[in-house]
Antibody
Framework: QEQLVQSGAEVKKPGASVKVSCKAS????????IHWVRQAPGQGLEWMGW????????NYAQKFQGRVTMTRDTSISTVYMELISLRFDDTAVFYC???????????????????WGQGTTVTVSS | DIQMTQSPSSLSASVGDRVTITCRAS??????LNWYQQNPGKAPKLLIY???SLQGGVPSRFSGSGSGTDFTLTISSLQPEDFATYYC???????????FGGGTKVEIK
């Protein structure tokens, strides 16, 4: 079945960086955009940006520009999200999410985000 | 950026109740609006896309409506597994930007 499997929980100190992986399986990796969504403890969902696994193109939410980098390794169907200069308020669960429709579909983003990873908890603590 | 405002932020209801959640956009987004359900400790799940289209496998007691700036998610008869947090999401400004609402927590009365 189509799934995204993320790397395990991380504990980092303020100022450090974290790199979370998201391995896709059960579908053609390059066909679907992947987004990253952050959720701080007890808070709502926050979209961070996306990567096009086919081209490597990225687009980041303004809030995270300069601190986040999304990359991919097509040979192992994996995308990565790296966040630098971590702060205490970066403590959160990070989800990778796949679009429901492939990028070949007109207005593919219209159809929502249909496949979610299990989430990776990143704790920033001194 | 387009802002999404959900109301109420939380509500208490009983099994069998009809529940309505509202989502308002800061500008017209046509029907570029999705709804997600998140159970505690779990990843969100897509319920409705394009304002009113039910995602495959989602029970028919869920429905969505609206266009422009005002949208609603309705649960016709609340079931025990429906006690969760619900989020709206605009994709009108996609792919450049996507925005979630603040969420509505549905709790047991």
């Amino acid at each position: 079945q189509e799934q995204l499997v993320q790397s395990g929980a991380e504990v980092k100190k303020p100022g450090a960086s974290v790199k979370v992986s998201c391995k896709a399986s059960g579908y053609t990796f390059s066909d679907y955009y992947i987004h990253w969504v952050r959720q701080a403890p007890g808070q709502g969902l926050e979209w961070m940006g996306w990567i096009n696994p086919k081209s490597g193109d990225t687009n980041y939410a303004q809030k995270f520009q300069g601190r986040v980098t999304m990359t991919r390794d097509t040979s192992i169907s994996t995308v990565y999200m790296e966040l630098i200069s971590l702060r205490f308020d970066d403590t959160a669960v990070f989800y990778c999410v796949r679009d429901q429709e492939p990028q070949s579909q007109v207005l593919y983003y219209f159809y929502g985000m249909g496949v979610w990873g299990q989430g990776t908890t990143v704790t920033v603590s001194s | 950026d387009i802002q999404m405002t959900q109301s109420p932020s939380s509500l208490s209801a009983s099994v069998g109740d009809r529940v309505t959640i509202t989502c308002r956009a800061s500008q017209s987004i046509n029907t570029f609006l999705n709804w997600y359900q998140q159970n505690p400790g779990k990843a969100p799940k897509l319920l409705i896309y394009a304002a009113s289209s039910l995602q495959g496998g989602v029970p028919s007691r869920f429905s969505g409506s609206g266009s422009g700036t005002d949208f609603t998610l309705t649960i016709s008869s609340l079931q025990p597994e429906d006690f969760a947090t619900y989020y709206c999401q605009q994709v009108y400004s996609a792919p450049q930007s996507l925005t979630f609402g603040g969420g509505t927590k549905v709790e047991i009365k």
